[in-house]
């Protein structure tokens, strides 16, 4: 359903009770009872968990999954994939035993695949889907950020290092991971979502210095290219470095903010404009997975009491909820939202 998602920006804003947006989509795993490899691979289960998770619990949107394998996996990465955990890239693209010249000339090789590869296709035709099950609140669909998906392609344990050795070609991957993400958001946009979830992860490890330059001006270009009054792009940041490279974030232009428990969410909502969107940040593992439904309720009310008097703010989870995180912590969650706005 089209929707004016900058509208509905204000109105999340103006609401004196506000409903929670977690990013909660692999523990419909649980309520189907199939597996995540199951998850990932069928677009009629992934819109059919959207919709369970729609019809138990009151989210402001519904959010598609944060695979961040998927991408790099159709650049042709491999991927490790299990019954309960969320798809982890294995391996590297560019060959770290091949010296600087070798390697640049291999990210420069490197095609840029089309949208629709691997499984890029399944999880778009499973928005589709949910997009027309679901059409009591906004649908969100998932992707990667490109500082995160270019780590990825060359190691994520070599990625800082490369930074700084060999900029010219981090920036070959970074602009290729940049023109695949802007298609593949386009496809989305055109089956019918009302937004993007851009997960930028592995920026949280970019300093101040490298943060413009190896993310913020690239998920610019994505903004610029896919954001517009029925179609809004949340940035995702669980670094802990997010408040010191806040400008960087902001720079890039999206309606809306979301960020992870490594960092103070009241020290967040001191530097995030009033007009623009912002969530976090209860632990996804600490409570979400590990915790008591008595736990994450004082989790919860914690960040609600320090962050609830801005109106921009919105109460989430910190990052992606993990697949078997126990249904009474989740309801939990909900309940004790509820309960705060009743006090």
Known sequence: MKRNMYAWIEDQKAATAKKALPVLSFPSVQLLGITVRELIND???QAKGMKAVADRVPTAAAVSLMDLSLEAEC???????SDEEVPTVVGSLIDAELDEDERLEQAKALAVPAVGAGRTQIYIDAIEKAVGLITDRPVLAGVIGP???AGRLMDVTEAM????DEPDMVHVLLQK????IIQYIKAYKAVGANGVVL???????????????FSGDYCKQIVDAVQDESFIVVYHNCGNTAVLTMDSLLSCGAKAYHFGDAVDMTEVMEKIPSDVMALGNVSPAGEFRGGTPESIKQATWKVMEAC???????ISSGCDIPPMSPWENIDAFFAAVDAFYQK
Not at 75 to 81: A, L, N, P, T
Not at 199 to 213: D, F, H, I, N, V
Not at 308 to 314: A, I, S
């Open 199 to 213: 997960a930028e992860p592995l920026a949280g490890l970019l300093s101040p210095g490298l943060a413009q330059e």
């Open 177 to 180: 991971a940049t023109d695949f």
């Open 308 to 314: 609830c008097k801005y109106p921009n703010f919105v």
């Open 147 to 149: 500082f995160s998906l």
């Open 43 to 45: 677009s009629d289960l």
């Open 161 to 164: 290092i490369y930074c700084y």
């Open 75 to 81: 650049f042709g990465s491999k991927i490790r994939v």
